[in-house]
């Protein structure tokens, strides 16, 4: 999506919010959901995919950035000792979505794999009050006049109405908890810029939410009584965002009415650089090997959204 996050808005009906919900940033804030020694962890983290899992004078990002992924995640099943019902969760790859609105007479389908999923055995908790949902009926949603919203997507013939949550009726862990994007190619041209993966984690985690609600609620256009909440979380193997999609109301045709509601913070560094081999001038070591500028705080948001519906 060429207009990014703003584009993504247009085509689900959705308010944006800057910043992570109170009950995520509650999280964050108590001691008491954090690790102990957790910083070292992380760092070693980093380490392991940055400097030691090679040979490599220096890793490409299609390595270490899976990697990391996979190191950050086995801190955070770290807490399951703490918090039991954690391992009711269950990681999907390769899984298929596909949810299909109409948006103003035209048909719209989000359809394919996207990134990893996290399924729970429970949902997560409405972040928004009712009467917050009720406010966004005067939110006043952005056009683009005379563009049109849908000039950069793909069109196609659609034979079949899909909306399938990728799983067969009976899996345990039924419901999205949060899609993970990882962004592991090495060259820009092949990986979004942070803009572009911000709307696309918002258009896949809409994607997963509206095909989940319409297995609980049917195929009518409606305003949920119990919201769907879907996360994402998307990463470079440096830089982070966080998001927090509601789908409040599957009636999408018109700008009319209850919006969805989107809370992302945006561009969250956890390490500044990796310097895999010294920095040496004149046979003078300046800046040794190692990870600079670490930003224990963004794994913070990363575990707390992780804790987000259990805690």
Same mark, same amino acid.
């Given at each position: ?8 808005? *247009? ?13 995520? &940033?509650? #999280? ?18 980093? %380490?392991?995919?940055?400097? *030691? ?47 299909? *609105? ?13 990134? #990893? ?6 949902? #997560? ?40 949550? +990728? ?65 994402? $979380?998307?990463?470079? +193997?440096?830089?982070? &965002? ?20 989107? %809370? ?26 190692? $990870? ?20």
């Amino acid at each position: 999506l060429f207009e990014g996050v703003r584009q993504a808005q *247009w085509l689900t009906k959705t308010k944006l919010v800057q910043g992570l919900p109170p009950s995520v &940033q509650s #999280i964050i804030d108590n001691p008491a959901h954090q690790l102990q020694d957790h910083e070292e962890g992380v760092k070693r983290a980093v %380490w392991h995919a940055r400097l *030691w899992n090679t040979t490599e004078t220096a890793p490409e990002r299609e390595h270490y950035c899976p990697v990391l992924f996979e190191d950050l995640m086995h801190i955070c099943r770290l807490m399951s000792a703490k918090y039991p019902s954690l391992a009711k969760r269950m990681l999907a790859r390769n899984y298929r979505i596909a949810a299909t *609105w109409e948006r103003e007479s035209v048909l719209f389908q989000v359809r394919g794999q996207n990134g #990893i999923l996290m399924n729970s055995m429970a949902p #997560i908790p409405p972040v928004a009050s009712r009467e917050e949902v009720l406010a966004t009926e005067e939110n006043v949603l952005e056009t683009f006049h005379p563009i049109s919203p849908t000039i950069d997507l793909q069109e196609v013939i659609v034979y079949r109405e899909l909306n399938d949550t +990728g799983f067969k009726e009976g899996y345990p862990y039924s419901h999205p908890h949060t899609v993970f994007f990882v962004e592991s190619a090495n060259n820009y041209p092949q990986r979004f810029r942070p803009e572009q993966l911000r709307a696309k984690m918002l258009m896949f985690a809409f994607g997963n939410a509206l095909a989940k609600a319409r297995v609980l609620y049917g195929n009518d256009p409606k305003v949920l009584e119990q919201p769907v909440v879907v996360q994402s $979380i998307g990463t470079d +193997g440096q830089l982070f &965002q966080f998001m927090v999609f509601q789908l409040n109301t599957t009636d999408l045709v018109s700008n009319d009415g209850i919006k969805n509601m989107v %809370w992302i913070d945006s561009d969250q560094n956890l390490y500044e650089n990796a310097l895999c081999v010294p920095e040496v001038k004149k046979r003078v070591v300046l800046k040794p090997a190692g $990870i600079y500028g670490f930003q224990p705080d963004t794994f913070k948001k990363f575990l707390a959204l992780y804790l987000h519906g259990t805690v």
